[in-house]
């Protein structure tokens, strides 16, 4: 029901500001976020690889014991903070690349036309 009611007022909001074409005024766009899937991914690699160094370097004296139960621990940790890292990586990176599309790259592409433009709101 929550949900419901939440799709229903995001489905009004974007009525209100139907984003169009400059060129041909179709509304068939779609949005590239070229450096938005970019900084996504890129920002994913980076923390997933910081996260897992981090884990290393703080679980080193641990693995240095060489019992198994730390090994696995170990393991384990260095299996979360990759995912934790790589998380944030992804939505920090989603962010910066939003950022830039928004304002850098011509973020728009038309569907009916082809013709691509920056979908900066004046
Ligand atoms: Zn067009």
Known sequence: MHD??????????L???????PKCMSP???????ARRFGGAIGALAGTTSGVLLA?????????KG????????AAGVVIEGIVGGATGC????KLGSAIDRNVLH????RACGHTFSDKTP
Do not use: F, Y
């Not at 419901?4 to 909001?13: C, I, M, S, V, Y």
């Not at 009525?15 to 074409?21: A, G, H, K, L, S």
């Not at 068939?28 to 070229?34: D, G, H, K, P, S």
């Not at 973020?107 to 038309?110: A, G, L, P, T």
């Open 4 to 13: 419901l009611a939440l799709e229903h007022e995001w489905d009004d909001g």
């Open 15 to 21: 009525m209100d500001v139907t984003p169009r074409c």
């Open 28 to 34: 068939q766009l779609e949005a590239r976020n070229l």
């Open 56 to 64: 290393l370097g703080s679980t080193k004296s641990g693995v240095l």
């Open 67 to 74: 019992s198994v139960g730390t090994l696995l621990c170990t």
């Open 91 to 94: 939505i920090a990176g989603s």
């Open 107 to 110: 973020n728009q592409h038309c």
